[in-house]
């Protein structure tokens, strides 16, 4: 069994080569699958290609590096993607995450225990600095999609995922380019695999630690990436689902009307209670603005990076 192990990255060296330690240190006990591990630096001056040489001298697996100038987070993950032609499936990570020494295993064990055609694992964060008392008490950074029977908007995202690469080829462009610059690429490839009848299950043990860097461990940017989340969505059910759009239309004002009903209680539940609410408005207006055409673009300036 061939696995690539894709990492899409962007001016994060330092991460990067965290990242690449964490996956020189995979185990395998009841599988011994052919890993390579895929680097697409999004940076057209190569900005990551130092570390990867340097660490592919002693790495354990094959390491491969390539360049995909054109900006753009899907971009980059569809030339991930065709780097990984010859793979039978296909595993996603963050350039800011780092994987357990049983991740891939635990996701390879549950593929081969359900015959799902994808696999997530949860996202536990580890945060940088200590952040506020208020975040890490709301949770706002943790990604346990337990309902891994349904898509909806808690769920879809690269950050951990193993696909199978058969799935991705039924698809002329796995990533959509219309979201390259908004993000939520991931979410409309799941909803397309869902949509083709793949099989989705869900890898407990197969853990990733996020390091949370502390410019986003404030409200403004948890309640921007509410914002952010709700109009990519929007937009990959416009795109999948183009008679529906009333319900969804329905959705964005009910969640606007549900937060402003929560508010007044979430405020004896101190900030974090009262972000968390103001993050179902915020979801809401997304959802809206995504409804009207509105693209939020995260990818839009070179300083955001991938994350």
């Given at each position: 069994m061939r696995v690539a192990v894709c990492v899409i990255t962007f001016r994060r060296c330092a991460e990067l080569r965290r990242l690449l330690d964490s996956v020189a240190a995979l185990h395998f006990q009841k599988s011994a699958p052919e890993v390579s591990v895929l680097i697409v630096d999004n940076d057209p001056k190569g900005s990551a290609r130092g570390v990867a040489d340097e660490m592919a001298a002693t790495f354990p697996f094959e390491l491969i590096y390539g360049i995909e100038p054109t900006r753009g987070i899907s971009s980059a993950r569809n030339r991930a993607v065709a780097m990984a032609a010859a793979a039978d499936f296909?595993?996603?990570?963050?350039?800011?995450?780092?994987?357990?020494?049983?991740?891939?295993e635990q996701l390879?064990?549950?593929?081969?225990?359900?015959?799902?055609?994808?696999?997530?694992g949860p996202?536990?964060?580890?945060?940088?600095?200590?952040?506020?008392?208020?975040?890490?008490?709301?949770?706002?950074?943790?990604?346990?999609?337990?309902?891994?029977?349904?898509?909806?908007?808690?769920?879809?995202?690269?950050?951990?995922i193993l696909i199978r690469r058969s799935c991705l080829d039924r698809l002329n462009e796995p990533f959509a380019i219309k979201f390259n610059l908004t993000g939520g690429a991931d979410?409309?490839?799941?909803?397309?695999?869902?949509?083709?009848?793949a099989k989705i299950s869900w890898a407990t043990k197969a853990l990733l630690t996020d390091h949370v860097n502390p410019c986003r461990t404030n409200a403004r940017w948890i309640l921007k990436r509410r914002f952010r989340v709700g109009t990519t969505i929007a937009m990959a059910e416009r795109l999948l689902k183009p008679s529906w759009p009333?319900?969804?239309l329905f959705k964005g004002i009910f969640r606007i009307l549900q937060g402003c009903i929560l508010l007044p209680v979430s405020l004896l539940r101190g900030k974090a209670g009262m972000v968390r609410t103001l993050g179902i408005i915020c979801f809401g207006c997304g959802i809206l603005a995504g409804f009207c055409g509105y693209q939020y673009q995260a990818y839009g300036s070179r300083k955001n990076g991938h994350g």
């Open positions: 296909v595993a996603f990570v963050d350039d800011d995450e780092t994987v357990c020494p049983g991740w891939l390879l064990m549950e593929q081969s225990s359900s015959a799902a055609d994808v696999v997530m996202v536990q964060p580890l945060f940088v600095l200590p952040p506020p008392e208020w975040i890490a008490r709301g949770g706002f950074f943790v990604k346990d999609y337990k309902k891994f029977g349904k898509i909806d908007e808690n769920y879809g995202s690269t950050a951990n979410y409309h490839l799941l909803l397309k695999l869902k949509r083709m009848g009333i319900i969804r």
